[in-house]
Each structure stands twice: as C-alpha cells, then as structure tokens.
C-alpha cells in the first residue's frame, strides 16, 4: 500500500494525502431542475485543500483532517453558484473515509464509506463516499424549508486522484417541484 505519511508533519492522511493543495478547474458542468425541466450550467472553480493534522475523539479514535473550500462560478455570468465549506476525514485504524460539508442552502451532509484500496489501471487513487436521508451513520440534515421545497435524499461522490490532476462525479438527489431529481456535478481539476 502507499505511504500516505505527510513528511513534513508525519500525519497519516491516508488516500486524502492528495487533495492537499490548490485545485482548479474549468471543465464542470451542472445539470440542475428547473420547474419545467433542466439546467445545464458550464462552470470553473477552485478547490482549496489545507492539512489540519490529527484529532481525537473519546480518547479512541484519531482521525486526520483536511479543512476544505470549494467555490464554483457559472461560465456565463462568472457568478458563484455554488460556495461549499468542510472536512474530509480519514480514519487509519478503521479504514474509513468521511466527507462532512455544509452548502449555504442549510443542509449539512456527512458522507462516508470504508476506503477499499482500488486504483486504476494507471494508479489513481478511487474515493467513494455517499449518505442517506436517515442513515444511521452517514446523513443528511436540512432546514424545515429546504425538507418541504428541495428535499436532499441522498448524495453520492467519486473522486480520482492522480499526479496532479483530480477528477469528480457527484449525484444529490432531490424532491424538488413535486418529482425526484439527479442533480449531477463533475469536473477536472489541475493542482495549481
């Protein structure tokens, strides 16, 4: 298996070693509802990734964190759209790899998945997380408005990780204008 060791802080970061850094991106693209359809928005963004070191929970597990900020703008209008804050975890004792963020749209999700070592053929490394609406361990919380209007019932993300380039897919499921919705985002990004 990969030394996944930060050298500098001798942190084991696991498969997150990787985001640490700068990312950005161009090639994204975001198909949102509309009441009458689809929304398809081209769209750029810049992913920061900072090394926060290990945490304790209980005096049992420790947990290496990365702090996180994504800030995604329209092609079209160069406006942001999309301003999304969190962590993405890793613990080495049990193998597991979480995704806590929070969107200004109040819902909060902390996604999750045990970390199977599956790189591709050319050696990227493969994350996969997801979460449930009222999923035991890996949630979704929102506000009474969004649960009534823009109901989110399920999130799922991949990630590869490669020498310096990164690459995602991401499904949020909706109940939006009374009918369930894929909401899908994917991008490339280059280490800056």
């Known amino acids: 298996m990969k030394d996944y060791m930060n050298e500098e802080t001798q942190v084991d970061y696991g498969p997150l070693a990787g985001l640490i850094g700068v990312w950005e991106g161009d ?52 406006n942001i759209f999309h ?8 613990d080495a004792k049990e193998k597991t790899i979480m995704n806590g963020f ?53 999130f799922e993300q991949k990630i590869i990780i490669g020498k310096n380039k990164l690459s995602y897919s991401e499904t949020t499921m909706l109940d939006i204008y009374g009918k369930p919705f894929e909401h899908t985002d994917d991008n490339s990004l280059s280490l800056k």
Do not use: H
């Open 27 to 78: 090639k994204g693209m975001d198909i949102a509802p509309e009441p009458d359809g689809i929304e398809e928005n081209p769209y750029y963004e810049t992913i920061t990734y900072e090394a926060c070191g290990e945490l304790t929970n209980a005096n049992k597990q420790i947990v290496a964190g990365i702090y996180y900020r994504q800030t995604v703008r329209r092609k079209s209008d160069n």
């Open 83 to 90: 301003d999304q804050i969190g962590y993405w975890m890793w």
């Open 102 to 154: 929070v969107i200004p749209r109040a819902v909060s999700v902390l996604a999750g998945n045990i970390y199977e070592a599956n790189p591709d053929e050319a050696g990227n490394i493969i994350i996969e997380v997801t979460a449930k609406l009222n999923d035991k361990n890996w949630g979704i919380i929102q506000s009474p408005f969004m649960q009534n209007n823009a109901l989110t019932t399920a």
